[in-house]
């Protein structure tokens, strides 16, 4: 069984009629590798797992588990699933924040890109890009 349920009160209605699912404090089914949970043969991801709450990130982890239990080697890079936003403008980030770099004592630098021409002229596209080559 592959489980995506809803949101953290879904969850904790579900999992308390599943003998072994466990919780974290949060109420998130806590999964081990490759998305199992402690049940055998129950797999969790997406919103009710730990983990950006993000269309994305569900994404990922539904074709992973998809993958490996049709018997290959799947792999996942969070650091390479976007975020987005679907607002007016749409807001998307992707890999690391700066903050998360600090903890991990890795440097970094920030620099700001104006995209040219109509783009810019819209008013409603500004990259912003911490790269040591900006
Ligand atoms: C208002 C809103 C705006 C959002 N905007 C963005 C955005 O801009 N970008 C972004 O990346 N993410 C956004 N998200 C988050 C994104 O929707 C979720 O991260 C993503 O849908 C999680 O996928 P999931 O498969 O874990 O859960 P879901 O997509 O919620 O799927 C869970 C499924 O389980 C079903 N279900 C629930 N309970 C049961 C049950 N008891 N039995 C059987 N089925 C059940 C539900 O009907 C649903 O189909 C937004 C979320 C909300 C609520």
């Given at each position: 069984m592959l489980l995506h349920l809803l949101s953290p009160?879904?969850?904790?209605t579900w999992a308390s009629d599943k003998e072994g699912v466990e919780l974290?404090?949060?109420?998130?089914?806590?999964?081990g590798e490759n998305?199992?949970?402690k049940v055998p043969n129950i797999y969790a991801i997406g919103d009710c797992v730990a983990g950006p709450m993000l269309a994305h990130k569900a994404e990922e982890e539904g074709v992973y588990v998809a993958e490996f239990l049709a018997g290959e080697h799947p792999h996942i890079n969070y650091d390479c699933i976007p975020g987005v936003i679907y607002t007016h403008p749409e807001v998307a980030s992707v890999s690391k924040t700066?903050?998360?770099?600090?903890?991990?004592?890795?440097?970094?630098?920030e620099g700001h890109v104006l995209l040219p021409g109509?783009?810019?002229c819209s008013g409603l596209i500004?990259?912003?890009g911490k790269d040591a080559s900006l």
């Open positions: 009160v879904v969850t904790r974290d404090k949060a109420k998130r089914i806590v999964i998305f199992k949970t700066e903050e998360e770099l600090k903890t991990a004592d890795v440097g970094s630098q109509q783009l810019a500004q990259g912003a």
